[in-house]
C-alpha cells in the first residue's frame, strides 16, 4: 500500500506527459554534460570532412557504420537501388575504417576521426555534409525496399505535402522470417507513450531541426536516439505516416544502433 501510494505521484505524471517524454527529460539531465564536447567533436568533423564537397540531390541518404562491412555493403546497394535517382547516399563510418564499397558516383563515405559509440553524432555529421532537400536515413544493418523514396517522396512532395513522413517497418529475424509489420499512424500523444518512430522509415525536409541528440546513450537507455528526434521534429512540423512497408527492419539485440526492447515494440 505505502509502495503504490509512493508510486502515484510517478503514475500521474506518466499518464499526464508519457513515459517516453518523462525518461528523456532524465536523459539530458543525467547525460547532457557529455554532450557538450561530442557537438564540439561533432562540428570540427563536419568542418574537417567538409573539404571535399558532396553535391546536393533532391535525396541525401545517410548511412552511419561501424565495423559490419557485409551488412553495410547490403544495406548501401538498397539505398542506391532506389527508384528515385535524384539522390546522393553518404556513409560515415565511427572510426573504424571503411571496407570496399560499390563504385557509383553518387555514393559519398567518410571516416570519423575517432570512434564516438553515438549514433547521433554520426548521422549529425552525415546530416551537415549535405544541402539537399531531404535527408533519409539507413542503419547499416538494415534494407530499402526499392520503392521506399518513391512512396515518401509521393507524399512530401504533394501540394500542401508534410515536412517528414515515415513508411511502415517489415521487421525481420536475424535467420530472414518476418516477425511483423509495424504501421502505426502518427499521432504526438501516442508517441509519447508508445516507441514506433523510427528513423530507418523516416524521410523529412531538411532545416537546422533535423538533427539526432548528442548525448551518449548506451542501449540500456530508453528511448531511443530515433525516437528523440522524429518526436522533437514533429513538434514545429507536420509528420505522417505512410502505411505501406518499404523498410526491411533487422531485430537484433547485438545492434547499437537498431536495440528493440519489450517496451518498444508496438507490434
Given at each position: 500500500m505505502i509502495r503504490r501510494i509512493a508510486r502515484?505521484?510517478?503514475?500521474?505524471?506518466?499518464?499526464?506527459?508519457?513515459?517516453?517524454?518523462?525518461?528523456?527529460l532524465r536523459n539530458k539531465v543525467l547525460l547532457a554534460p557529455s554532450a557538450v564536447s561530442l557537438r564540439r567533436f561533432e562540428t570540427a568533423e563536419a568542418a574537417?570532412?567538409?573539404?571535399?564537397?558532396?553535391?546536393?540531390?533532391?535525396?541525401?541518404?545517410?548511412?552511419?557504420?561501424?565495423?559490419r562491412p557485409d551488412a553495410l555493403r547490403a544495406a548501401v546497394r538498397s539505398a542506391l537501388a532506389q527508384t528515385v535517382r535524384d539522390q546522393i547516399v553518404i556513409v560515415v563510418d565511427d572510426g573504424a575504417g571503411l571496407p570496399e564499397l560499390p563504385d557509383d558516383p553518387r555514393l559519398f563515405a567518410v571516416s570519423l576521426a575517432h570512434n564516438t559509440g553515438v549514433a547521433g553524432l554520426v548521422r549529425n555529421v552525415g546530416i551537415r555534409l549535405t544541402r539537399s532537400r531531404y535527408v533519409a536515413f539507413l542503419d547499416d544493418d538494415n534494407l530499402w525496399e526499392p520503392d521506399h523514396l518513391e512512396q515518401a517522396l509521393a507524399v512530401l512532395e504533394a501540394p500542401q505535402g508534410p515536412d517528414g513522413v515515415?513508411?511502415?517497418?517489415?521487421?525481420v529475424l536475424p535467420d530472414g522470417t518476418e516477425r511483423d509489420i509495424l504501421s502505426v499512424p502518427f499521432d504526438r500523444r501516442r508517441a509519447a507513450r508508445e516507441a514506433f518512430l523510427d528513423t530507418n522509415?523516416?524521410?523529412?525536409?531538411?532545416?537546422?531541426?533535423?538533427?539526432?541528440?548528442r548525448?551518449?546513450?548506451?542501449?540500456?537507455v530508453?528511448?531511443?536516439?530515433?525516437?528523440e528526434l522524429v518526436y522533437r521534429y514533429s513538434r514545429a512540423h507536420d509528420v505522417r505516416h505512410v502505411p505501406h512497408p518499404?523498410?526491411?527492419?533487422?531485430?537484433?539485440?547485438?545492434?547499437?544502433?537498431?536495440?528493440?526492447?519489450?517496451?518498444?515494440?508496438?507490434g
Amino acid at each position: 500500500m505505502i509502495r503504490r501510494i509512493a508510486r502515484a505521484p510517478w503514475e500521474l505524471l506518466k499518464r499526464a506527459f508519457g513515459w517516453l517524454v518523462l525518461f528523456e527529460l532524465r536523459n539530458k539531465v543525467l547525460l547532457a554534460p557529455s554532450a557538450v564536447s561530442l557537438r564540439r567533436f561533432e562540428t570540427a568533423e563536419a568542418a574537417r570532412l567538409a573539404a571535399v564537397p558532396i553535391p546536393a540531390a533532391l535525396v541525401a541518404t545517410v548511412i552511419a557504420t561501424h565495423r559490419r562491412p557485409d551488412a553495410l555493403r547490403a544495406a548501401v546497394r538498397s539505398a542506391l537501388a532506389q527508384t528515385v535517382r535524384d539522390q546522393i547516399v553518404i556513409v560515415v563510418d565511427d572510426g573504424a575504417g571503411l571496407p570496399e564499397l560499390p563504385d557509383d558516383p553518387r555514393l559519398f563515405a567518410v571516416s570519423l576521426a575517432h570512434n564516438t559509440g553515438v549514433a547521433g553524432l554520426v548521422r549529425n555529421v552525415g546530416i551537415r555534409l549535405t544541402r539537399s532537400r531531404y535527408v533519409a536515413f539507413l542503419d547499416d544493418d538494415n534494407l530499402w525496399e526499392p520503392d521506399h523514396l518513391e512512396q515518401a517522396l509521393a507524399v512530401l512532395e504533394a501540394p500542401q505535402g508534410p515536412d517528414g513522413v515515415y513508411t511502415a517497418l517489415r521487421r525481420v529475424l536475424p535467420d530472414g522470417t518476418e516477425r511483423d509489420i509495424l504501421s502505426v499512424p502518427f499521432d504526438r500523444r501516442r508517441a509519447a507513450r508508445e516507441a514506433f518512430l523510427d528513423t530507418n522509415a523516416f524521410v523529412a525536409r531538411r532545416d537546422r531541426s533535423l538533427h539526432f541528440s548528442r548525448l551518449r546513450r548506451t542501449p540500456e537507455v530508453l528511448p531511443r536516439e530515433d525516437w528523440e528526434l522524429v518526436y522533437r521534429y514533429s513538434r514545429a512540423h507536420d509528420v505522417r505516416h505512410v502505411p505501406h512497408p518499404t523498410v526491411r527492419y533487422l531485430v537484433n539485440p547485438a545492434s547499437f544502433y537498431t536495440t528493440w526492447g519489450p517496451a518498444e515494440s508496438t507490434g
